[in-house]
């Protein structure tokens, strides 16, 4: 089971997600001027509440300590109350 970070707990109401499932890569980038690959994903989250939906996630190669680990930005529309990524998720999307 995964929890749904925020910096407010309020931003996830108690909701976790309990399995991701149908998981595609929609694009693969390396941006101009940048040694950071990115993959933008989604897939179907089952979450806590009984209820599935899309989650967008976005995956960048050669971050963290000494570019050892990857990053990973995820986004579930209409559970990003302050529109961090966008209400739509459009900022971790292709």
Known sequence: M???AAADKDYRDGITI???DRISQSAYREPLGSPFAQ???SGRATLSNGRQQTVYFRVVEG???LGQIWGVQTC???LDRWHVYD???KAIRP
């Open 2 to 4: 995964t929890r749904i």
């Open 18 to 20: 309990h399995a991701i």
């Open 39 to 41: 993959r933008y994903c």
């Open 63 to 65: 971050r963290g300590f």
């Open 76 to 78: 579930l529309p209409g």
């Open 87 to 89: 209400g739509k998720c």
